[in-house]
């Protein structure tokens, strides 16, 4: 059975860090990526890594966000450093290609200014 569970989400004031962990289990790791839905908006993709580790991020969080990965412990993982208002949202991980897999709970990121 697939899962994925999201952690490492809080309240922080602006301009501080967090790191949030995605740990998958019922499947092999592909590529993989993190995304986020603010309230009153839909789900967007935040940030990629494929199997040979590539990354792919959208604009407003490059050179502040890095997404990493250990495949052989089926985690992935969200680095955020100099967090902004506008990244507060529930953040999920899935997988980034071949359709997604049920998403998981989420975990809430609140920046406060």
């Known amino acids: 059975q697939v899962q994925l569970v999201e952690s490492g989400g809080r309240s922080v004031e602006a301009g501080e860090s967090l790191k949030l962990t995605c740990v998958a289990s019922g499947f092999s790791l592909n590529d993989m990526g993190w995304f986020r839905q603010a309230p009153g908006k839909q789900r967007e993709f935040v940030a990629g890594i494929n199997q040979i580790g590539s990354t792919t991020y959208i604009d407003s969080v490059k050179g502040r966000f890095t997404i990493s990965r250990d495949s052989n412990k089926a985690t992935v993982w969200l680095e955020m450093n100099d967090l902004r208002p506008e990244d507060t949202a529930v953040y999920y991980c899935?997988?980034?290609?071949?359709?997604?897999?049920?998403w998981g709970q989420g975990t809430q990121v609140t920046v406060f200014s």
């Open positions: 899935n997988r980034n290609n071949g359709g997604f897999f049920p």
